[in-house]
């Protein structure tokens, strides 16, 4: 079984620029989660995608959208990048469904700069 | 609005003593509390999670208590080891929701 995976690792990009990170989920898994951690900060919630749906959206702009596609992984786009995008992006999968017990599984992030 | 805060942002501990980590939260509404281990270039691991309605959760060296009236949840490790060595978040959430509300974390050191 293969665990949630994400690309690319790094990358970097200049204000106003545009970016596309991607995850895979694990197998079996129908939700994923994307988190923002700034540095020497806890994870931030930015939204949630449970079977192609937006199901809940964090504090963060309209510019940052998602994907989730019909195997479930999922993107994260950002437009219009500002320099306090710069940030470790997590994505998280689960099994979804209102269970309290339902792990969620982290891949090891996409770490973003913003010159 | 930091609604899960852990104050510590580093503890150093003896191996072999117990470490003790804390966390707390102002979010009434907050039904279900984990904790995560990270380390460095990977992503955070599950490690114990409280419901509610429980007042302490155990599993191994790892003990999660929950004091409900306080908001205050702690993570015990007993006895600690060097490859606990890591920063440790505490997260919580609500309803099952799975959008998880996390603190800012702390770095436990373990020495030899």
């Known amino acids: 079984e293969t665990g949630v995976t994400q690309s690319p690792t790094h990358l970097i990009k200049t204000r106003g620029q545009q970016v596309t990170l991607r995850c895979s989920s694990q197998?079996?898994?129908?939700?994923v989660s994307w988190y923002q951690q700034a540095l020497g900060q806890g994870p931030q919630f930015i939204f949630q995608?449970?079977?192609?749906?937006?199901?809940g959206r964090g504090n963060f702009p309209p510019r940052f959208s998602g994907l989730q596609f019909p195997n479930y992984s999922s993107e994260l786009n950002v437009n219009a990048l500002e320099l306090d995008d710069s940030a470790l992006y997590l994505c998280?999968?689960?099994?979804?469904?209102?269970?309290?017990?339902?792990?969620?599984?982290f891949g090891p992030g996409t770490r973003l700069t913003v010159l | 609005d930091q609604q899960v805060k852990q104050n510590s942002p580093s503890l150093s501990v003896q191996e072999g003593r117990i470490s003790i980590l804390n966390c707390d939260y102002t979010?009434?509404?907050?039904?279900?509390f984990l904790w995560y281990k990270k380390y460095p270039a990977e992503g955070p691991t599950f490690l114990i999670s409280?419901?509610?309605?429980?007042d302490k959760n155990e599993d191994g060296r790892f003990t999660v208590f929950l004091n409900k009236s306080a908001k205050h949840l702690s993570l015990h490790i007993v006895p600690s080891q060097p490859g606990d060595s890591a920063v440790y978040f505490c997260?919580?959430?609500?309803?099952?929701?799975?959008?998880?509300?996390f603190g800012q974390g702390t770095r436990l050191t373990i020495n030899p």
């Open positions: 998280a999968s689960s099994s979804g469904g209102a269970h309290l017990t339902n792990e969620q599984f």
């Open positions: 197998s079996g898994h129908n939700t």
């Open positions: 995608y449970y079977r192609e749906e937006e199901n």
């Open positions: 979010n009434s509404m907050f039904d279900y």
């Open positions: 409280i419901s509610s309605i429980k």
């Open positions: 997260a919580a959430e609500r309803g099952g929701a799975q959008k998880l509300v």
